[in-house]
């Protein structure tokens, strides 16, 4: 069955840097859009990067030039490197894939991980 596992979070003050993991398994991952999405307290869930089949990534503009995403297709696994943290990137990380219309939209996402905090000070 599909399985995505988050790593990574924790604490961190800000201006410091955290790099989320995604273990995939029960699907053929390359085949997949895989993207992160986060959701801070009292908000919605919103894409934070993703990452088309065919290489193309996608990031929100509230962490451009600050997050990286990566993937390592022969270990069917799923990065964030996020440096320069800020306060308001805390919120739970959830890893998704699915073949989305709308890379954008959540509900496009087949499946979710279970997700990972991350609380920047």
């Known amino acids: 069955h599909v399985q995505l596992v988050e790593s990574g979070g924790g604490s961190v003050q800000a201006g410091g840097s955290l790099k989320l993991s995604c273990a995939a398994s029960?699907?053929?991952?390359?085949?997949?859009?895989m993207g992160w999405f986060r959701q801070a307290p009292g908000k919605k869930c919103d894409l934070v990067s993703a990452?088309?089949?065919?290489?193309?990534?996608y990031y929100d503009d509230a962490v451009k030039g600050r997050f990286a995403i990566s993937q390592d297709k022969a270990k069917n696994s799923l990065h964030l490197q996020m440096n320069s943290l800020k306060p308001e990137d805390t919120a739970i990380y959830y890893c998704?894939?699915?073949?989305?219309?709308?890379?954008?939209?959540?509900?496009?996402?087949?499946?979710w991980g279970q997700g990972t905090q991350v609380t920047v000070s």
């Open positions: 029960g699907f053929t991952f390359s085949m997949y859009c």
């Open positions: 998704a894939a699915g073949l989305p219309a709308n890379i954008w939209v959540a509900t496009d996402y087949n499946y």
């Open positions: 990452l088309r089949s065919d290489g193309s990534a």
